[in-house]
């Protein structure tokens, strides 16, 4: 720098380092950012599938034993394989622990390799049935 001020080529470096320094700024907060963006999807996800099993496993916990009549014989409304569990509970997703319930779990899958489990409630002696998706994108996912 000189008496009467700064040159122009000290002039050209200081504006490339101010123009590297704000652009290193912002390449950084754009990638905390995403990452915030994927954590803030992780939880979402987590917290869906934790209420999830909570409520399949309060309506496993209220199942009781319905028979109905099969051609004379009485029989358990109680099903299940590796896709499809069915069963009836005192509890509903829907109403919560107020009436009786016929439940049907069964996994489906989506484009790809993925899976969802999908949940159907009718309510004993109703037609209206209730259905929605608990867990989606799930990579392997059966029941035993």
């Not at 934790?50 to 099903?79: A, H, N, T, V």
């Not at 896709?83 to 439940?103: E, I, K, Q």
Request: a neutral charge; glycine letters at 6%; hydrophobic letters at 40%.
């Amino acid at each position: 720098m000189n008496k009467r001020g700064f040159t122009l080529l000290e002039l050209l470096i200081s504006i490339t380092m101010l123009a590297l320094i704000a652009g290193i700024m912002g390449w950084t907060l754009k990638a905390a950012h995403r990452t915030l963006d994927k954590g803030e999807r992780k939880i979402s996800y987590l917290e869906r599938e934790k209420i999830s099993f909570s409520l399949i496993e309060s309506q496993i916990l209220s199942l009781f034993r319905y028979q109905y009549d099969d051609d004379g014989q009485k029989k358990l409304f109680f099903s299940g394989s590796k896709d499809n569990l069915m069963f009836t509970s005192n509890f509903s997703l829907w109403r919560g622990a107020r009436g009786n319930t016929f439940v049907t779990y069964e996994i489906q899958s989506n484009e790809g390799d993925k899976s969802f489990l999908k949940i159907t409630e009718q309510t004993i002696g109703l037609q209206e049935k209730n259905e929605t998706i608990l867990l989606n994108e799930c990579n392997n996912i059966s029941f035993e």
